[in-house]
């Protein structure tokens, strides 16, 4: 049976993402979403026609990571995160993402 993934709870990456921090190179191995604000919500009405930006801004403003970042993850990875990025969302589902 899949795992729903919710909010506040970390969900690993199948794919890692290296992130250079000045001299240094950390990974990023999981990503943990918190529960949007009214303002993260603002980011549909910018965003509605730009499905996918829309996706990738809300994992990076709900996981408190740079866009840049969130661009280097991979397909597979975005998936589970965007179903439970946009669930919340007006039109979103109503909750959780299936993992």
Avoid: C, W
């Amino acid at each position: 049976m899949a795992k729903v993934l919710k909010f506040g709870e970390p969900y690993t990456l199948k794919f890692p993402v290296p992130r250079h921090v000045g001299d240094n190179t950390e990974t990023i191995r999981t990503v943990t979403l918190r529960r949007p604000t009214g303002a993260d919500l603002l980011l549909v009405d910018e965003f509605q026609t730009q499905p996918m930006r829309l996706t990738l801004e809300m994992i990076a403003a709900l996981g408190d990571l740079e866009l840049t970042i969130v661009k280097k993850f991979d397909g597979e990875d975005v998936g589970p995160l965007a179903e439970l990025a946009l669930s919340a969302s007006p039109n979103g589902a109503a909750s959780g993402a299936t993992v």
